[in-house]
């Protein structure tokens, strides 16, 4: 006997593949699986951000800044560059990224246009 | 009974934080005036209207929620929102006022419903509430909100996220949430986000109008038919970050048959497509 919860069926299938988009163009990423597991390190030290004794710190000292987040050398790299669509591709979302555009000074606009332009 | 009376559709951004709190002036120059005019007129409108609380659908920024735990519904009961700090230093404006026993009420209704959303004492609001909201309730003269939030936040950041028929369904259960709470409240739903923009990547900046608008005519005239559409179909259509017009749906589902659009105002401007639409519900 098997419950009927069991039973994959077509619809079931069917929205299962739909739920997550799966399609889209390489130049349309998505903040998932793949890229919240990459950016954690990332995100948490961005989000930290929202916190005015973080924004302290770092515009004091941005080496000791990262040392909260265990950021790899990559990670730290992409930060000091202030390389935005790397840091994008390592995994960190426009939401916590605003944050760090704050802290450098550097316009949304400024950022965007870094992003175009590397793609 | 408490009953529904009329919903809105906003755009949320900190493009329109900026140009609020720059002032009138701002608000009226050429640049604004075919977002801040449109606002005017809902403003008049909510006015005349004078419900007695708002619910808010909208989504947060990663102001409030973080990655460690993050909530596919997020409903608030609290009796006040402060305003978050993004970043740069909270916005200056007082709390904003709760009503925590209808958002207790709304929690059980939604539970009996099948929607088992994390329930929130403490709450603080970004742009995704407070970018829109001052230009329809924030008395300026007096350093004042006027009117009571319930603010109920959707996961549209970390994939996968609530469906578009999901959000639908959601405002449906909204809906039935304030039709039994015994108080006699009216409320006016209100939803948050989009239009089309696409912040990250080589597309940053893309706006597509079209969509948007037939977006917005698809929203007052048959609702139901974006309950087809994908977040694939969303993306694509209007971009990575424009999947927040699920909270638009979400405040249609709430208005029950017979809604109509009034003021339908679209103003894509830089790197967003700017919508606001406000609805008349049968009486």
């Not at chain 1, 202030?82 to 450098?104: A, F, H």
């Not at chain 2, 977040?231 to 999947?243: A, M, P, Q, R």
């Amino acid at each position: 006997m098997t419950d009927a919860t069991d039973e994959l069926t077509p619809e079931y299938l069917e929205r299962l593949a739909n739920v997550e988009p799966r399609n889209l163009p390489d130049d349309l990423d998505l903040f998932h699986e793949d890229t919240a597991t990459r950016g954690i390190r990332l995100n948490r030290a961005a989000y930290s951000l929202k916190h005015p004794a973080q924004r302290e710190l770092f515009a004091r000292d941005e080496d000791a800044w990262m040392e909260q987040f265990a950021l790899t050398d990559q990670e730290k790299d992409l930060m000091r560059r202030r390389d935005w669509i790397g840091l994008w591709r390592g995994g960190m979302t426009i939401y916590v990224m605003v944050k760090l555009s704050g802290v450098t000074g550097t316009p949304l606009p400024e950022i965007g246009k870094q992003m175009r332009e590397a793609g | 009974m408490a009953r529904v009376i009329g919903g809105i559709g906003a755009s949320h951004a900190p493009s329109m934080e900026h140009v609020y709190d720059a002032g009138e002036e701002t608000r009226r120059n050429e640049e604004w005036e075919p977002l801040f005019g449109p606002f005017e007129e809902v403003s008049r409108w909510l006015g005349e209207l004078k419900p007695d609380r708002l619910v808010v659908i909208y989504n947060d920024h990663m102001d409030e929620f973080f990655l460690d735990a993050y909530p596919t519904f997020a409903l608030g009961v609290a009796d006040s929102y402060p305003v978050a700090d993004e970043g740069f230093g909270a916005r200056p404006f007082p709390p904003l006022p709760g009503d925590s026993k209808l958002g207790w009420h709304i929690a059980r209704s939604l539970v009996a419903d099948e929607f088992d959303p994390t329930i929130c004492q403490e709450l603080e609001v970004d742009h995704g509430v407070i970018s829109p909201l001052p230009m329809v309730d924030f008395a300026e003269g007096d350093g004042a909100w006027r009117i009571p939030i319930v603010p109920l936040a959707v996961n549209v950041i970390l994939h996968p996220l609530p469906t578009p028929r999901r959000c639908w369904k959601l405002g449906q259960a909204i809906r039935r949430a304030i039709l039994s709470y015994e108080e006699d409240l009216s409320v006016v739903v209100v939803g948050t986000g989009g239009l089309s923009h696409q912040l990250t990547g080589p597309r940053f900046g893309a706006v597509t109008p079209d969509w948007d608008k037939e977006f917005m005519r698809l929203l007052d005239e048959e609702p139901e038919t974006l309950c087809d559409y994908t977040h694939e179909d969303l993306i694509k259509l209007g971009g990575t970050e424009s999947v927040e017009v699920v909270n638009w749906l979400a405040m249609r589902g709430a208005l029950g048959p017979g809604a109509k659009a009034q003021v339908t105002a679209y103003y894509p401007h830089k790197i967003m497509g700017y919508g606001l639409q406000s609805f008349a519900v049968a009486p």
